[in-house]
């Protein structure tokens, strides 16, 4: 299904996801291949949760699960500090089979919070 007419909106739902970021990369919010919505991304913080270390963080916006592109790449989290990656007056949306990627330097220091509104016209 493509993604919606966001002129004829039939619910906005307001959600939120919280991830715990790994080496590995982990997915922090991802709008399915066939959900028939589109995501409006409105905030993406990280918090650096550990008390002594610096740790760094990239934030990926992957479509259809082949395109990736750094939304932030590498960038420091100092200890104790929170990074805003997305912020309301950016714009981005996660159509059916995009995603939001993110990868820590160390595990256990960075957490992400993503908040978006799911967009649906029927």
Known sequence: ???PNIV???TITAKTD???LTTGGDTITSNSAASGAVYKINSVVVSNIDGTNDADVTINFIRGGTTTV???STITVPANSTLIVVSKDMGIYLEEDDLLQGIASADGDLQAVCSYEVITDV
């Open 1 to 3: 299904m493509a993604a």
């Open 18 to 20: 919280l991830k715990d």
């Open 70 to 72: 750094a939304l932030a």
């Open 8 to 10: 004829n909106v039939t």
